[in-house]
């Protein structure tokens, strides 16, 4: 009887537990899910910083540089996995299509997702990391670097002369990067033609609400309001086109979130209508970071993305 009670109360506990994080925003595109990770390896790590993520990037990049239009911002780096053949037949690896982020602004780089990428080709997967012209840059802002965003997502299905599987596509992006990936992998964009296969989309601490975001006073929240060329009152139609929020996502779109990140609020996830998972302990750069319990979610994702028929 004892046994049955305790029972009885850590179901109870657990009921609101789940409730605590309140009401969830209805949403036609996918229902709501909530997923807190438990104890982890000891050596994994947790709320890493943005300097903790730059001092990986010790290993030579060795990835092929490549061209998606005719400015110098516009290019792309492909990663490639190391090839086991299989008697005598070449493996083709499934892409994964990754979009930086460092709030739409030029002072952040391709160049801090370079560990990233490298861990991901070393894990199988062919990587193509996009480069794009950000807020400070010539034709950089809204909606000139929305629009690079598309044509390199479409310049990928020029990949058929390397060993990768373009009917197994994953396309993902972190922070504000999250947010150009989630626009960019709307059906009406018509990006996906042929034989390429869109087989998952993951938001990593992606920006959803563009208009509350763009409200708060973090360096990131403000830096909206310069990549949209001003608030939400100010430039209506361009966040209206901006967001995420108003376009119909694929089934398929996931968002994965720290409950700690201070950049990113959960609730970015939380109140989006689409299903996420909120990973305990994991901070904004966690996702980007290969040593930390947030990659190892985002990996066991990509794997299952990837392997769903």
Known sequence: MKLTLNLVLLFLLSLLNACADGPHKPNNVAHDEVVEQGQTSPTMLHDVSFEQVMALNSEPDDSLKLAYGSEALQYGRLYLPEQNETQGHQTYAPLVIFIHGGCWLNAYGIEHSVAFSQSLAQQGFAVWSLEYRRTGDA?????????????????????????????????????????????????????????????????????????AYSKGTNSCQTAAV???????????????????????????TLLLQGDVDSIVDRNQAIASGLKYKVVSGAGHFDWIHPGTTAYQTFLATLHERVSTP
């Open 139 to 211: 034709g950089g802002g809204w909606p000139g670097s929305f629009n690079d965003i598309l044509k390199g997502v479409s310049f990928a299905q020029s990949f058929k002369d390397y060993p990768i599987d373009l009917s197994n596509i994953v396309l993902t992006g972190h922070s504000a990067g999250g947010h150009l990936a989630l626009l960019a992998s709307a059906p009406e964009r018509g990006l996906f033609k042929g034989d390429a296969r869109l087989k998952g989309v993951i938001g990593l601490a992606a920006i959803v609400d563009v208009v």
């Open 226 to 252: 310069d990549f949209f060329g001003g608030n939400a009152e100010q430039m209506p139609d361009a966040y209206e086109l901006g967001s995420p929020l108003t376009s119909s996502l694929p089934a398929n």
